[in-house]
């Protein structure tokens, strides 16, 4: 169980600064993929950031299924390489003066592959901590939340 409390933070950190790293080059990616002057290429560019907040829950909803069928292991593999496959392939678009509308189109489509995945609910994320507690401290005599 500890192993799982593990992997969930882990994936969570790193899903939460591939998000900080995005939000933090903004402006230089609004520079090299949405040029579309001020108003247009802010919105562009936080559309794209608004891919995460929208496509994570539809990943869930997609996925969290699946791994009930299938396995979760299976699933979890299949969402680290997508999220590690996304991130290459977004640090290989070249720019709008190269690809044209082709590289706005692709890093939005990338994040959407990026994203997908499933999302584990904050309260979700305080049972499996709870519940480790509790099996953690079984042996002890004493209870958990002391």
Known sequence: MKKAVRATLLGNFM???AVGVYSYLGASLTALFFPFGDPWAKLAFY???LAIFVVRPLGGFILGPR???IGRRKVLAFTIIMMALGTFLIGCIPSYETWGMAAPIALILLKFVHVFQPVVSTRAQ???WLSTRLIADAGSGR???T
């Open 47 to 49: 559309g794209a950031l």
């Open 126 to 128: 305080r049972l499996l």
């Open 67 to 69: 791994g009930d069928k």
């Open 15 to 17: 899903e939460w600064f």
């Open 143 to 145: 209870p958990s939340w």
